[in-house]
């Protein structure tokens, strides 16, 4: 089959793999706005350009005879290059440009779940001046301040935690009034956040296994917001603070997400409906969609998936979901990313840095290329998130204790990772906080 990968971050290089593993009988074609070291090692043609550019991207597939497209990213599926694939006869994994309004809007996000679906949402408020911005904080209390368009996981700030006062937060509300002219305001919610992804076919869902992303940039959930700094899952596809009801919420949240945004669209969604949620003592509840994979928990879930992928991805592109052959290896995962020091602020972007794939192989890892790119005296960093290690074995903490020892090794002076994410004490934290604050609720 011949195959057409949009993107060219760790999430893409972690989808090629998983499309790559039977490259006799497949070939791979890639169009990123930048080349990756690792997809280029598997790509027969690469083509840069703008994710905008949904003509370019439509002519470089048709040109290549492409059956199948998997679109990585955010940005092409608002532009909507689904649907200008799917004119053109290619088979395409990623909803239409009217579906992905789910992630590029977060107004219409919560007006959909408020007309529709009729659960799991916290209060919130589209504001469009500072008066209403103060009446709905002192309504509501603590705020998350949420910008209205794509942030890149890093434009949302919480009260509480990066900012404490009214006054701070109507400032923020007013640099984003100045920047677009309206804000989403969000009670703050108190609880663990997962990831619940699913494969998604005209009405059908495959829930992948639950996983936790970490979106500080430095240990303790301290410093700004990141695209997220590392993921772990667990063997049995759940997280240990979570109970069968808020999976099974969050599972149904899913699917009456999906029969909304068809009847609203009048389209069968085809791709992957990320729910981002968080467990709280009053239940589940949506901090946000993305209607791609999740980066970083796309690592952990194409390193975990042991179907065939292009036949499987294929037929969910025709409609037809198979959700028994959507397997995944009955084992834990860890990935930890590694960043510029000065991520998520800028500085030291162009730094030249080396890393021995042998030796990360050799110890059971696997090396996952993202923000940086190859040139002859080394790989050079781009200023986002360079590349990830993943692993998987019985639990995180396991495998994360293993994989510091490794990075001690070999991580270069100019970059840094959290050394946390999987620790099994900070694991143990988040079971008892969940257990306190459901206790406190009964009281």
């Known amino acids: 089959m011949r195959i057409g990968l949009i993107g060219s971050g760790g999430r893409e290089h972690a989808i090629a793999k998983a499309l790559c593993r039977y490259p006799s009988r497949d070939s791979l074609f890639v169009y990123g706005s930048h080349q990756n070291p690792g997809i280029q090692k598997m790509a027969v043609l690469s083509l840069i350009g703008d994710m905008r550019d949904i003509h370019g991207i439509e002519d470089f597939f048709t040109t290549n005879r492409v059956e199948l497209v998997v679109v990585g990213p ?23 440009k009217t579906q992905a309004r789910l992630e590029g809007d977060k107004v219409f996000m919560r007006d959909l779940l408020r007309r529709r679906v009729k659960r799991g949402s916290p209060r ?46 109507l400032q923020r509300v007013q640099s984003a009034l100045d920047e677009d002219g309206v804000v989403l305001l969000e009670e703050r919610l108190i609880g663990e956040e997962f990831s619940r992804i699913a494969f998604v076919s005209d009405g059908k869902l495959s829930a992948m296994p639950v996983a936790q992303d970490f979106k500080y940039a430095f240990d303790g959930d301290r410093g700004g917001m990141t695209g997220g700094m590392g993921a772990y899952t ?19 949240i899913l699917q009456l997400t999906v029969k909304a945004i068809e009847q609203e669209s009048h389209e069968n969604y085809r791709g992957f409906l990320y729910g981002q949620f968080i467990a709280t003592a009053q239940g589940v509840r949506v901090i946000e969609f993305n209607v791609r994979l999740g980066d970083p928990e796309a690592i952990n879930l194409m390193t975990l998936f042991r179907a065939d992928a292009p036949l499987f991805l294929a037929n969910l592109a025709d409609g037809s979901l198979d959700e028994d052959a959507a397997a995944f290896l009955p084992k834990a995962s ?40 190859e040139k002859p005296q080394g790989f ?26 490794l990075l001690d090794r070999i991580e270069p002076a100019t970059l840094r990772h959290r050394k946390d994410i999987g620790d099994a004490r900070l694991l143990d934290a988040k079971i008892n906080k969940m257990k306190s604050l459901r206790s406190e609720a009964r009281k």
């Open 74 to 96: 955010e940005v092409p599926l608002i532009a909507g290059v689904s649907d200008s694939l799917r004119h053109s006869g290619i088979k395409v994994v990623g909803p239409s």
């Open 234 to 252: 667990m063997t049995d596809g759940s997280l240990p603070f979570l109970t069968k009801a808020d999976l099974q919420e969050a599972d149904t």
């Open 124 to 169: 919130w408020k589209e504001v469009k001046d500072i008066t209403s911005a103060r009446e709905f904080i002192n309504e509501v209390g603590q705020v998350a301040v949420k910008p209205i368009g794509l942030t890149g996981g890093k434009g949302v700030s919480v009260m509480g935690v990066h900012f404490q006062t009214m006054e701070d937060a």
């Open 334 to 373: 860890l990935s930890k990313y590694v960043v510029p020091a000065a991520y998520p602020q800028s500085g030291n972007e162009h730094v030249l840095v080396d890393f021995d794939e042998d030796e990360i192989s050799r110890e059971g890892f696997s090396l996952i290329f993202a923000s940086l790119v």
């Open 380 to 405: 050079e960093t781009l200023g986002s998130r360079a590349l990830a290690i993943v692993g998987v074995g019985d639990d995180p903490g396991s495998i994360s204790t293993k994989m510091e020892a």
